[in-house]
């Protein structure tokens, strides 16, 4: 377990942005990177506010992010936090990733979250979450998915209609797939099997940010149609609640109940 640290810096007129190209220039985010403990330093500009900037710092445990507050660097970067008169907003969580770039420990760590907290999805994470989606294969490379984002008051209103499910996430992906792009041959056909592949591909990636998920089948599939206006050769397929996981939430007790390999796999 590790921590994860969002400061959102936001100012007037640019300045935030200022801020982030001298926290660059300065050579302080190198030297955050390579401070003992530290996992990841990342900042974004948020699309839907020009005047803010998002650090995202990652640490792998409290001693680490101790040493870090007791860095002499603190001081300059309190001092270009003055200096740009920047108002500043704090998160911290306990995530579950030991290191964002090993697949090994996203595929361990992936598991199913059904308690999200009051915050939203970045738009830069929802972005890679949906690039991975992109990147996934699916028969004769038709890439019949259809990926519907549900993150507005009402298109979650409608969610809550149609399933039980949410969990309080505050983004869904209605994953779809367009049969009549699908391949298929005489009675079959890969639409459902190619969108599987899809939200697979997102759920992993989703981890691998720190986007904590779940994959919910059980919800009206025709009601999604009516309810999203959605034309009948696009079937739902399934729902990807997105966000963090509550801090009282315990987990899935089912997550280790994994059966040994010798009753899945047989050698022939
Ligand atoms: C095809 C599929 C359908 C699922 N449907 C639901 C669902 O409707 N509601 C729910 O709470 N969890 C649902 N889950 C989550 C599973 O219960 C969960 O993935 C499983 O217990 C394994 O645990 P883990 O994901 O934590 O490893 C579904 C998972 C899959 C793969």
């Not at 361990?108 to 989606?133: C, M, Q």
């Not at 639409?191 to 989703?206: F, G, S």
């Amino acid at each position: 377990m590790n921590l994860t640290i969002n400061i959102y810096y936001t100012g007037k007129n640019g300045s935030a942005r200022e801020f982030a190209k001298e926290m660059i220039s300065t050579g302080i985010v190198d030297q955050i990177r390579k401070e003992k403990g530290n996992i990841r330093y990342e900042y974004f500009f948020p699309e839907n506010d020009p005047e803010t900037v998002l650090l995202i710092d990652c640490w792998e445990n409290q001693e680490a992010l101790d040493l870090h507050h007791k860095s002499s660097m603190m001081e300059q970067i309190a001092k270009l936090r003055n200096k740009y008169n920047l108002k500043m907003r704090v998160e911290q969580y306990t995530s579950f990733l030991k290191d964002n770039h090993d697949f090994e420990t996203v595929i361990r760590e992936r598991t199913a979250t059904r308690k999200f907290k009051d915050k939203k999805v970045e738009s830069e994470k929802l972005n890679k979450i949906l690039e991975a989606g992109r990147l996934a294969p699916t028969a004769k490379n038709l890439q019949p998915q259809k990926i519907y984002v549900a993150n507005s008051k009402e298109a979650l209103d409608k969610i809550d209609k149609v399933s039980p499910c949410r969990y309080g996430a505050l983004t869904v992906l209605i994953v779809c797939s367009d049969t009549s792009i699908a391949w298929t041959k005489d009675n079959y056909s890969t639409y459902e099997m190619d969108a599987c592949i899809v939200a697979t591909h997102m759920m992993l990636e989703a981890t691998n940010v720190g986007v904590d998920n779940i994959w919910i089948e059980m919800f009206d599939k025709n009601e999604v149609k009516k309810l999203f206006g959605l034309e009948d050769h696009i079937e739902p397929i399934c729902l990807i609640p997105l966000g963090y996981r509550s801090d009282d939430y315990k987990g899935n007790p089912l997550h280790n109940m994994r059966k040994e390999l010798s009753e899945t796999v047989t050698y022939v």
